[in-house]
């Protein structure tokens, strides 16, 4: 960059961009992609045929309020429609709230091992991202809380939380709520919350009912299948969805994106399919890991649809090891060197086909 050129803030290049999840082989041919913690099963067939119908309308701006699609959320998870700000993703909505609370110098704090866009959020506000140490790769409370500064403005949960899949539960939850000072925001971000029965799965959202510092994020990229349509959104205290509501977006959500969400929301004997479908291969995977605990390999407990996998450091398991196999065989999973995990891997859970073909692979390479 030219001396005497625009000179960017230097809080903006100290982001470490996000890296997603690796599409392609590098061999090139098909692969059998489990680096994104997509849904293999796709959205609903309801979904697929409200997007063949309401094509021909994309020359026409989207509703930018998401009225129907927030009304259709409130009833499902019993909120008020006016508490309720949809986004290009729950990303958008993530990155917005450091926006609005912090000014440089302010701190931001996530859990060590956790989703990358929280400390880019922090960064993009000019605010110092603080990562709280956890205990055997689930959030620790007690380390959380012991991370918040005086300038501390903003705390992100993933829960469960991504890479990890652990989680904390509603007393634990609640305790650091509790201990967090009335001007510090605490997002729960649950992303992968529906692959639990419980619709509230750690009481966040009942939390942000009457909290006038907690917002909870959503996202339609996981089990609803639309992570291609980027369709998030958030629920908290009117006064901070005031705010949302004011930096968002004009037009966050898409034409197809707003008619899809609409028709998932709908649909939940599919949500409760690909749930069920879920479980069954992320037990499979699971026990296809223990099976191979002679060799260092560990599955972490996972509530979500994905499982990390820890490696030994070297060795024909080592996770280096394993990606390269797996990806000479047409399989990519995720590789967490740039989130402090250099000996995991996390895959998402697959088909049944795909996770058989999985499992067939690390035999091999573990035998």
Partial sequence: MAANG???????????????GRARLRQGGEAIKL???????????AVVEVIRAHAHGVHRYPDGSARRLRERLAALHDLEPERIVCGTGSDELLNLVPLIYCRP???VVHVRHGF???????????????????????ADVDALL??????????????????????????????LHAGLPPHVVLVVDQAYAEYLDDPD???????????????????????????GLRVGWATGPAAIMTELDRVRAPFPISTLGLVAAETAVSDQDWVARCRAATRIQRARLEAAIARHAHRGLRAVPSSANFVLVLCPDEGPCSAPALLAGLEDRGILVRHLPSQGLPQALRITVGTEDETSRLIAA??????
Avoid: C
């Fill in 146 to 175: 012991g991370t918040v500064r005086s300038d501390t403005r903003v705390v992100f949960l993933a829960n469960p939380n991504n890479p990890t899949g652990t989680m904390i539960d509603r007393a634990a939850l609640a305790h």
């Fill in 35 to 45: 680096s994104a913690n997509e849904n293999p099963w796709g959205p609903s067939p």
């Fill in 105 to 107: 110098g302010d701190s």
């Fill in 6 to 20: 625009p000179q960017p803030n230097p809080w903006i290049t100290a982001i470490r961009a996000y890296e997603p």
């Fill in 116 to 138: 990358m866009v929280y400390p880019i959020a922090a960064r993009r506000a000019g605010a110092e991202p603080l990562a709280a140490p956890d205990r055997d790769y689930v």
């Fill in 362 to 367: 690390l035999d091999e390479l573990a035998a």
């Fill in 201 to 227: 799965p750690d009481g966040a959202l009942a939390l942000a009912r009457w909290a006038p510092n907690v917002i909870v994020t959503r996202t339609f990229s996981k089990i609803y299948g639309l992570g």
